[in-house]
Nanobody, 126 residues
Framework: QVQLVESGGGLAQPGGSLRLSCAAS????????MGWYRQAPGKERESVAL???????????DYADSVKGRFTISRDNAKNTVYLQMNSLKAEDTAVYYC????????????????WGQGTLVTVSS
């Protein structure tokens, strides 16, 4: 009933930038938390950045220590879309990045359900 479609991954050089986007679609009533996780080869999936919808104009963001000051998460509530601007990329940022969203849809409202995107590969290499 809900799909998350990611875009924007690819290859970047160390110190470079990439921007990820993730759009949620389907029978959506509201989207609470949206965010990004990543999984590097041989490692567990970890939270990168989450943005919690507050009122219509305010949202609270939380970042992993490893990306603070380099990554910025934002969202467009009208489009049910979340973005991740990644600057000053490092080789250790190489991973598959997964979009995450807590969505109340017509079949579940007011309860939210957790959804994941298919993943987009980010490779940081010279």
């Amino acid at each position: 009933q809900v799909q998350l479609v990611e875009s924007g991954g690819g290859l970047a050089q160390p110190g470079g930038s990439l921007r990820l986007s993730c759009a949620a679609s389907g029978s959506i009533v509201s989207v609470r938390t949206m965010g990004w996780y990543r999984q590097a080869p041989g490692k567990e999936r970890e939270s990168v950045a989450l943005i919690i919808r507050g009122d219509a104009t305010n949202s609270a963001a939380d970042y992993a220590d490893s990306v603070k000051g380099r990554f910025t998460i934002s969202r467009d509530n009208a489009k049910n879309t979340v973005y991740l601007q990644m600057n000053s990329l490092k080789a250790e940022d190489t991973a598959v990045y997964y979009c995450y969203a807590e969505v109340a849809h017509r079949g579940s409202w007011p309860t939210t359900e957790n959804y994941w995107g298919q993943g987009t590969l980010v490779t940081v290499s010279s």
